[in-house]
């Protein structure tokens, strides 16, 4: 058998370093210590996390969920009227329309124009002065009732005579300052 053998083979060398061989003197062949890799492997993963550990960026910080800003009012000038205070001629405006609709023989309208020169009415009754103020504006009410009863029924001749009564009376008024005080 010895013929067979290769020069290394005969030389003692089976597949080993010189190193690997017991006490005595034999190959110790293809026997390797798997827990003493397991270990050196364990120590080698452990090392790398604990490394990565120590040495890792820190991710950027995600920014915080966009709010809208608070809205502050703005501050304001004094509050203004939503609508401006009347005047006599939009007392006369408001006669005009009643008077165009009943002309035109239009019922609903005219009552419809009625009601906003009632507003109207309403709007201007405290700050109008004349000679006799209290007598002035119980006789303008009185016509206006009048003719809200002619437009009721439709007569055509009754509405128009109140209306020239509404008209002289108008012109008589004239208004008191709506801001500040009154000087008398």
Do not use: C, H, Y
């Not at 067979?4 to 006490?23: A, F, I, K, T, Y």
């Not at 910080?61 to 502050?72: F, L, M």
């Not at 008209?167 to 709506?178: C, D, E, G, N």
């Amino acid at each position: 058998m010895d013929d067979q053998m290769s020069p290394n083979d005969r030389s003692g060398d089976v597949g080993g370093s010189l190193g690997d061989r017991d006490r005595n003197g034999n190959a110790r062949g293809g026997r390797v210590n798997t827990s003493a890799w397991l270990i050196g492997a364990l120590l080698v993963i452990v090392a790398v996390f604990a490394g990565l550990r120590f040495t890792r960026v820190p991710a950027p910080p995600t920014p915080a969920p966009t709010k809208p800003a608070p809205t502050v009012p703005a501050p304001s000038p004094a509050p203004t009227p939503t609508t401006p205070a009347p005047t006599t001629t939009d007392l006369d405006r408001g006669i005009a329309k009643v008077e165009d609709a009943v002309t035109r023989k239009d019922w609903a309208a005219a009552s419809r124009e009625l009601s906003v020169l009632r507003t109207t009415w309403e709007g201007l009754r405290g700050r109008i002065t004349s000679k006799d103020t209290a007598k002035d504006t119980t006789m303008f009410e009185a016509s206006m009732k009048k003719l809200e009863g002619n437009i009721r029924e439709k007569n055509e001749a009754g509405a128009k005579d109140d209306i020239r009564e509404l008209k002289t009376m108008a012109q008589k008024f004239k208004l008191t300052q709506t801001s500040g005080p009154t000087s008398g």
